[in-house]
């Protein structure tokens, strides 16, 4: 009798470090896929503000474009035709020192671009956020024409 618990007692440990070891594989399969979940809600969360801001950035050209004449608004295709657009709609020239901070202390910059292709202008408005080593960029593109 006693062989045989003493064989049945090694077998239970054999059991509970094969369980043990399932269970700490499955525990580490679920915690990767809650942090890459977390990691891919983050991306796209700052992702969407960026999209946000691009087409903010349209609007405020649209803006832009319908309170003014259109030779003011031609004339900023004219030198490099890249500008930076504030939160307040302020415009000023892009120097290509790539900081164009929405607002300040912001995380995102927005360079508008124009180019006149006769008879439209094409208006190209990027937004990048993250490290200004390897930033996120979003672009979004239209074209206006003279309406009025």
Do not use: H
């Not at 796209?44 to 946000?52: A, E, I, Y």
């Not at 004339?75 to 490099?80: I, P």
């Amino acid at each position: 009798m006693r062989k045989k618990l003493s064989g049945e007692s090694g077998q239970t440990l054999l059991e509970l470090v094969v369980a043990i070891g399932v269970v700490a594989i499955v525990m580490t399969a679920l915690v990767a896929a809650v942090t890459a979940s977390l990691r891919y809600s983050q991306a796209t969360r700052l992702r969407s503000r960026g999209v946000k801001y691009a087409q903010e950035g349209l609007e405020l050209t649209r803006k832009f474009r319908d309170i003014n004449i259109w030779d003011t608004f031609q004339a900023y295709s004219d030198g490099t035709g890249r500008w930076c657009l504030d939160e307040l709609g302020v415009w000023t020239i892009d120097d290509a020192s790539g900081v164009c901070p929405i607002s300040t202390g912001s995380n995102y910059w927005r360079r508008v671009g124009f180019v006149w292709n006769n008879p439209r202008m094409e208006v190209t408005v990027t937004v990048s956020w993250g490290e200004r080593t390897t930033p996120s960029t979003v672009e979004l593109k239209t074209y206006f024409t003279q309406w009025k």
